[in-house]
């Protein structure tokens, strides 16, 4: 008995041995396929792929687990599935006109024992339609907030949204409701204040998604400001002076335009024969009694704003002064007074060496007229020559009794 039982199982054994001798080799025969992502109405690739195969059969299964192609053979009866390539190595389908339906898990199967399988999943991406930006209102007044919504519809998957508003990235908030279609539709909200600077700057909603690139909407802001007001001199160009006329003109520009420019002196009244016409205030033959701050005052829809003018008479001049400039805000007709004066060295300079050759020419002058002018006188012996008729008489009336009669004349040059 014992020996009978010995004998069968190394007779079993042996079958087994025998019978695995006989089966395919799975070992080093590795099938591999990929995720594909398509958008609707594009055509989707799976690729079913054999390393090592040893003639065992390929096959590519749908979601519902029916058979598309078995090695190059296509039992199902969809023509947009069309073979790209069949080879020991390789099943490689398309699938045309992607929709929705043909979205989920693909099955890559290989015949052995047992049967490997891979799976491609098919995700089908859905654009979102145009966005849409809205407002609550059209136009904004300066200082005020603004709301604008960007709406995006009908998206696969859920799509987000960026606010820009010129170049400067604005945050919104966002909220996504999914539809019975497995559609997304999101919406955004984005508030801030407005400046006279926004006024014409682009807002864009952008929409970011993986089934499409530089998809936007745009809406420019429009705002309206108060006026901005500046007094512009346009006659005199320098010292307001007795006598002199005065123009001032008035710049104001706003949005809307401003439609009301009015002239008012500051704490008083404007001179009698002061004349406004539009948005210029004129004043002929000035006097000290028109000193004052001059205001002009710009009105539209928003507010006003105005500038001011400082006038300050100056005595009529002797000499033609020089001109000045006026400060940058509030102008003075008063501009340069009491600022320290620059010395000119170059005219001192000039000024000396003028006074130091009048000095040489006066000596040179006075010089040539004592060489001229110049008296003769006479010596010790010729005294008494004042008393005498002639000048022998007189050397010989000298006093000392000279008894040589020669003539003897000095004279001194």
Sequence with gaps: ????????????????????????????????????????????????????????????????????????VRPLKDSRFQLVNFSDNELRVSLSNVSLSDEGRYVCQLY??????????????????????????????????????????GSKPAASIRWMKGEEELTGETTVEETYDRMFTITSRVRFSVTKEDDGVPVDCIIDHPAVKDLLAQRHLEVLYKPEVKIVVTYPEGLTREGDNLDLTCIAEGKPHPHQINWLRVDEDVPPHAVVTGSDLYIENLNKSYNGTYRCVATNAVGEAYDDYVLYVYDAPTTIPTPTTNPVNTQDSRAGEGAPQKIDHAVI???????????????????????????????HEAKGADDAADADTAIINAEGGHNNTDEKKEYYI
Excluded: W
Excluded at 4 to 24: D, E, K, N, R, Y
Excluded at 38 to 44: D, L, S, W, Y
Excluded at 135 to 149: I, Y
Excluded at 352 to 365: D, E
């Design 349 to 379: 300079g000039g000024v000396v060496a003028v006074v130091m050759f009048a000095i040489l020419c006066a000596l040179i002058v006075l010089g040539r007229y004592f060489a001229r002018h110049k008296g003769t006188y006479f010596t």
């Design 112 to 153: 052995t024992d047992p049967p490997q399988e891979a799976y491609a999943d098919i995700t089908v991406l859905v654009p979102p339609g145009s966005p849409i930006i809205e407002s609550h209102e059209d136009v904004v007044s300066e200082g005020n907030e603004t709301e604008l919504t960007c709406t995006a519809m």
């Design 1 to 72: 008995m014992a020996i009978t039982g010995s004998g069968s199982l190394a007779i079993s054994l042996s079958v087994f041995v025998i019978s695995a001798a006989f089966l395919p080799k799975v070992e080093g025969q590795n099938l591999e396929t990929d995720n594909v992502s398509v958008i609707e109405g594009e055509m989707a690739t799976i690729s079913c792929r054999v390393k090592n195969n040893d003639d065992s059969v390929i096959q590519l299964l749908n979601p519902n687990r029916q058979t598309i192609y078995f090695k190059d």
